[in-house]
């Protein structure tokens, strides 16, 4: 049994988020961490894994620095890691960024009582569609919101968050769950952990190992091959200051009835 976990790093957005004149974010300024939803998935696999024994193999497309990212999840517990990186994936969207990673995971190897993870959403791009979209590419199946997991041989039961409660989906290995923070929470890594990191098999995936796999189309990945673009972006206009009103509830719906009468919105 083997639990992939993809994980991404993401700039830190509880700092100054630093944009470019041309309004895309500058990078290269901020702090990065790993996405937070990706560290539940990482502690579910290490859950398992202490109850299983199985392996516990992470993902991640990235640049190069996030070899860095990657090590600290080894040294949290994961057995192996693989880095997706190459100038030809750089710029992807969600439909070629989902293709590069399930690519990846083929090759990597999903089968019968396999697992693969993935957080629900990413802070940065914050679209939630990687997860599902890399299951519809290995045709194997999905749940998502994912706030408990029970196994039982090959039949994997899970509590789905809904807006107003949840729901018990049952589903068979292999499949993907996307993980919300509410499933676990995250251990720290180990010193033991972070002296054993730098031993394990870490493996970069670069074009030329992935470009032959069968989930690849070469014309549909990276920028120019990605189908949506970004045609603007801006930072929105900051909100004034808010007014609080005291007073009982009377008196606190007669000041907000008079200012609203003030304004003519009333
Ligand atoms: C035209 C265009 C150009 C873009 N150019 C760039 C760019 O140059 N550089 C850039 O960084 N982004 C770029 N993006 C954003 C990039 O496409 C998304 O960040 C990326 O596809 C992941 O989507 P998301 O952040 O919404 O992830 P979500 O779908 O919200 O992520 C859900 C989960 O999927 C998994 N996941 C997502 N991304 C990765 C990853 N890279 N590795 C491992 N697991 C992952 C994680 O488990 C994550 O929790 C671009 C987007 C567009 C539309």
Do not use: Y
């Given at each position: 049994m083997k639990i992939i976990v993809c994980v991404k790093q993401v700039p830190d957005t509880s700092g100054k988020v630093a944009v470019n004149p041309?309004?895309?974010?500058?990078?290269?300024s901020m702090q990065t961490i790993t996405n937070p939803d990706d560290l539940n998935a990482v502690e579910a696999a290490l859950a398992l894994k202490d109850t299983t024994g199985c392996q516990v193999v992470v993902v991640s497309m990235g640049p190069p620095p996030a070899e860095g990212m990657l090590r600290e999840v080894l040294a949290r517990g994961a057995d192996e890691a693989y880095l997706v990186s190459a100038r030809e994936f750089g710029g992807s969207d969600t439909f070629a960024t989902s293709q590069i990673i399930a690519a990846a995971i083929h090759r990597i190897g999903v089968g019968e009582g396999d697992i693969v993870l993935c957080g629900?959403?990413?802070?940065?791009?914050?679209?939630?569609q990687v997860g599902p979209q890399i299951a519809e590419k290995l045709h194997i199946p999905q749940v998502s919101y994912v706030a408990d997991i029970q196994m039982d041989g090959s039949t994997v039961t899970c509590k789905r968050i809904l807006e107003d409660g949840y729901m018990t989906v049952r589903t068979q290995t292999p499949c993907l769950l996307t993980c919300i923070k509410e499933l676990n929470t995250p251990r720290y890594m180990s010193v033991p952990g972070i002296v054993g990191c730098y031993d394990k098999p870490l493996t970069v995936l670069n074009y030329e190992a992935l470009k032959?796999?069968?989930?690849?189309?070469?014309?549909?990945?990276?920028l120019a091959g990605s189908?949506?673009?970004?045609?603007t972006s801006f930072t929105p206009p900051q909100k004034g200051a808010g007014m609080m009103l005291e007073g009982d509830g009377k008196e606190t719906c007669e000041k907000l009835a008079g200012l609203l009468a003030d304004k003519h919105i009333i």
């Open positions: 041309d309004g895309t974010l500058n990078r290269a629900r959403q990413a802070i940065d791009g914050d679209t939630a032959d796999e069968p989930l690849i189309e070469v014309d549909t990945i990276g189908p949506t673009n970004i045609l």
